[in-house]
């Protein structure tokens, strides 16, 4: 077994959850699953991306809270860049991220998005051009982004240091590369562990440490700029729904409620629907707490970081 980040050969075997086994690399304490590194033909059903046209759920409030996070993460990025700049998310979902940014910068934003479903959904906002091919293949110049963008995208890819190197190739100098990825230094997987909501087994292929990114960064030619570990709208849920995982002892049960409306036509979904709400209440104090303590021990179950490629 090879570490996909440093290429340790021992790594320690930690756990097998939802048919997946994981191991931690000794070295550089990177996370991943037995099968990370590895070429996969995976493709995402129709669940994974919800039965909402437009977003990944149906229940108003939760879509408001995401807008929330597009939006602050749209203004930052669209403070350090202008009307003739380029931007490249790469795995852009739905396009909700590239569309603000457009709509507050001005700039010509591409995405790249291998699922056809999501894919479509980015076209359809009328101000992307999508390629729906991998990353790799896609018909993309280096030097030609002013900032490249991969919000939790990165732990799907299955060769994670080539991408990284090539979408730092993509950058001009002086550009930006903002990143977003499950925190494996959070306080929330060191108490949840295999039932930690951000470790998403099925598609989630590795989780890389603070210190390897940093220095994977590095070695691709980018500089270090800040990381941000308050994302209440990722981590609050993220504690509870870890933590009805951990009770109950069955994934994701709400989440996929909240993801698919169709579940709630059978009765007896309807009352564990109302249960789980009620619980995820009671559980709502706890997270908050816990949100806070590890903003301010800068151990956030998600972490955005942000760097700049020298000039």
């Known amino acids: ?16 959850t939802s048919g997946f086994h994981f191991f931690c690399c000794t070295e550089c304490h990177s996370l991943f699953r037995s099968d990370a590194g590895v070429a996969l033909d995976h493709h995402y059903d129709a669940e994974y991306y919800g039965d909402s046209p437009k977003e990944k759920f149906w229940l108003k409030p939760v879509v408001w809270l995401l807008n929330a996070e597009r939006g602050s993460r749209a203004k930052f990025i669209s403070k350090r ?18 569309n603000r940014i457009h709509q507050l910068s001005g700039a010509k934003v591409t995405g790249v998005e291998m699922d056809n479903v999501a894919a479509q959904r980015a076209r ?9 091919d991998s990353f790799e293949k896609a018909p993309l110049a280096e030097g030609s982004f ?35 990825i499950p925190n494996i230094n959070s306080i929330q997987y060191a108490v949840f562990r295999k039932h930690w909501l951000h470790l998403d087994p099925e598609f989630h292929l590795h989780f890389i ?22 994302n209440p709208v990722q981590n609050i849920p993220g504690f509870i729904l870890s933590a009805m995982n951990l009770v109950t002892g069955r994934r994701d049960v709400l989440f996929n409620m909240l993801r698919n409306k169709k579940k709630l036509r059978n009765p007896l979904n309807i009352l564990v629907f109302i249960f789980l709400m009620l619980f995820a209440a009671f559980l709502l ?11 301010l021990a800068g151990r956030g179950a998600t972490v955005d970081y942000v760097f700049e490629k020298g000039i």
């Open 1 to 16: 077994m090879i570490c996909p980040f440093c290429e340790i050969t021992k790594p320690d075997d930690v756990y097998v």
């Open 81 to 98: 860049i202008s009307k003739s700049s380029s931007v490249i998310d790469i795995g852009c979902g739905n396009g909700a991220l590239l």
């Open 124 to 132: 359809d906002r009328g101000c992307i051009e999508v390629f729906s």
């Open 146 to 180: 002013d900032a490249v963008i991969m919000i939790h995208s990165f732990e799907h890819i299955p060769q994670p240091v080539p991408t990284l190197t090539n979408a730092v190739a993509l950058l001009k100098p002086g550009g930006i590369f903002y990143i977003a």
């Open 209 to 230: 440490s603070r210190r390897e990114l940093i220095k994977l960064a590095s070695e691709a030619g980018l500089k270090f700029i800040k990381t941000k570990h308050f």
């Open 285 to 295: 104090p706890f997270a908050i707490i816990e949100e806070c303590i590890s903003c």
